[in-house]
């Protein structure tokens, strides 16, 4: 009101020199006249002005009346403009090329940018640059977007996109990456110490930097997609020094990290300076929350986000209250029991196939997940453009019968009366590694013991947190069996889980799978340019896998996630997750 006040007092200092002025002449009358019509049109253009503000003062006023009307309800709408998301755990290993679980690989998403990332349709696009690909299809060479700044202020550059390559391609990396890179020219050399430098990785200027492949692999451009890391900010003279900032991340992507706290949560504020714009919202809090409990916390408003298990109590649960909506697709994943393939117990296939045939999978799945899951039969999903004809592969629908024949076949047999079927003085016991932190494997546990048991085959639970159990598979490989699910990537090369060069410590392939034919396989199918073609091959593949039984696959599903009704412009696809949606989420919340 001072302001409107102080505008009229001027307008009336300038009437008021127009009258005294226009004692003077008819010219200086013609003149002041037009600047009285100006005072006058200004005067309604300031009232209009302020008449605007005060209507919009008026609407937020009553919006934010609604809003409080409404966070009686939804107590979500009290939490401000910080979207905060349900998960399960962390183990704090927030770095792009090391993290193992879906979980940490959600807070590197939110905190990096790859050179290249996929969107909605399931096709790969630019995200810090495009890329040209060379005639021969063997180097690959990308235009890094200028001006984009990592979190501590400092610029990317072709510098920073080197050192992660070579950080992966180094003699001292123990992550899971390695076939990243394994397929470029000179990396062999370089991790043997023949070199310190690799060939087929150039910098051509700060904006500008050129792969070289050893073959054409159609796939490559998968591999690029990783988090870009601050060559000042994570340079190392020891590896153990290169992990440990894993617990503080800094990079270029849409949000900052603030601070993990064990057990508890992730918290993120938003990077205003974001290459790509900045979000409508503050920040992220990834709250950990047990999947027990999980949907009760989406019913109460506790979170605004959240994938839970997909069953019909779940779903019911966090639509009782009415603040929530369920939003479902179908998964890009499978869940699966693995085999140490490097035990004896196990080398047999015939063992493996018994298990197989000798677990309720069906009644498992129908209980445990109520129509929101169907048994998987190998290591493509359904969504995938290379899946299987299913009717070509064995469906090891439950069979108590074959799989003792199996077993027998293999050697195994009760010959001390004991109940145990035993071969060359060893008892077929099995230590099961799982985690506790969701109920499925609990649950298929319990069924295993029994239907198992029957069988003669004794199995022991060997239960810790999810992060304990990713350290024993992937990092020692000191297991039996165990149980984990994939989230797979866009393109169906599982030469990154099943592949030779996976086969060693922090690498996916840690059951030790190793098939002549399925890494010829993966080898011609990456050189393969025809998608049809590609698929024939890994389609063969998948009936290789289903033979085989390096996993005891056990479900695919529908992923479901609880959506408070206070979060618009979400909405979740098998490819386009909330994370890939941050930009334009906004949500309702109450100003402080």
């Not at 070509?392 to 027998?408: G, I, R, V």
């Not at 399925?518 to 063969?540: G, M, P, S």
Request: proline share 3%.
């Amino acid at each position: 009101m001072f302001k409107k006040s102080l505008i009229l007092l001027l307008v009336l200092v300038m009437v008021l020199s127009v009258a005294l002025t226009g004692c003077g002449g008819n010219n200086n009358e013609v003149a002041n006249a037009g600047e009285e019509t100006n005072a006058v049109e200004n005067t309604e253009n300031t009232t209009e002005n302020n008449t605007t503000e005060e209507t919009t003062v008026d609407a937020e006023a009553e919006r934010q009346a609604e809003l409080a009307a409404m966070a009686e309800a939804n107590p979500a709408i009290r939490r401000g403009n910080v979207l905060t998301v349900g998960m399960s755990s962390f183990d704090g290993e927030f770095n792009p090329i090391l993290s193992d679980s879906v979980y940490d690989s959600n807070v590197c998403d939110l905190v990096f940018n790859g050179l290249v990332k996929v969107n909605k349709n399931a096709e790969f696009e630019a995200d810090l640059a495009t890329w040209e690909v060379s005639e021969d299809n063997l180097t690959y060479t990308f235009s890094i977007t200028p001006g984009v700044k990592f979190h501590n202020g400092t610029e990317l550059t072709s510098r920073d996109v080197e050192f992660t390559f070579l950080t992966i391609a180094s003699p001292d990396y123990i992550g899971s990456r390695g076939s990243a890179v394994s397929d470029i020219v000179g990396v062999k050399a370089f991790r043997a110490g023949e070199t310190d430098t690799v060939e087929g990785i150039n910098v051509i200027d700060d904006y500008t930097i050129a792969f070289t492949i050893e073959e054409p692999n159609v796939a490559k451009i998968t591999d690029f997609g990783y988090g870009i890391l601050s060559a000042d900010y994570y340079a190392w003279d020891n590896f153990e020094q290169f992990a440990e900032l894993s617990s503080a991340p800094m990079g270029t992507g849409p949000m900052k990290f603030e601070v993990f706290e064990v057990g508890q949560y992730v918290q993120f504020t938003t990077n205003d300076d974001y290459f790509l714009g900045k979000a409508n919202i503050d920040g992220v809090i990834f709250k950990v929350v047990p999947d027990a409990t999980v949907a009760a916390a989406v019913n109460a408003g506790d979170v605004d986000i959240a994938g839970v298990s997909a069953n019909l109590e779940n779903y019911d649960t966090m639509t009782e209250s009415g603040i929530a909506e369920v939003q479902e697709y179908l998964g890009n994943s499978y869940r699966y029991i693995g085999f140490n393939l490097r035990l004896d117990k196990f080398s047999d296939k015939r063992v493996r196939q018994a298990l197989w045939y000798g677990l309720n999978l069906k009644d498992f799945i129908d209980a445990q997940w109520e129509g929101f899951a169907a048994p998987c039969l190998g290591p493509i999903s359904p969504v995938s453009w290379a899946y299987p004809d299913t009717s070509e592969l064995t469906s090891y629908d439950y069979n108590p019968e074959k799989a003792a024949a199996l077993l027998e076949e293999a050697g195994w047999a009760d010959t001390d009366g004991d109940g145990i079927l035993d071969k060359d003085g060893e008892k077929l016991s099995i230590v099961w590694t799982s985690y506790n932190d969701v109920d499925w494997p609990l649950n298929l546990i319990a069924v295993a013991k029994e239907n198992w048991g029957a069988l003669g085959v004794e199995l022991e639970g060997l239960l810790m947190e999810f992060a304990a159990v990713a350290d024993l598979v992937y990092e020692k490989q000191d297991f039996e069996m165990y149980n984990m699910g994939w989230s797979l990537a866009v393109d169906p090369d599982p030469t990154q889980i099943f592949g030779e060069d996976a086969d060693v410590l922090g690498g996916f392939n840690a059951i030790g799978f190793h098939h002549e034919r399925a890494n010829e396989i993966f080898r011609l199918a990456n050189k393969e340019y025809d998608q049809a073609k590609r698929a024939e091959l890994y389609q063969e593949w998948a009936k290789i896998a289903n033979e085989e039984v390096p996993y005891l696959f056990v479900s695919i599903g529908t992923v479901i996630n609880g959506v408070n009704n206070r979060v618009h412009n979400l909405e979740l696809d098998t490819f386009d997750t909330f994370i890939s949606q941050i930009l334009d989420i906004e949500l309702d919340y109450l100003a402080e």
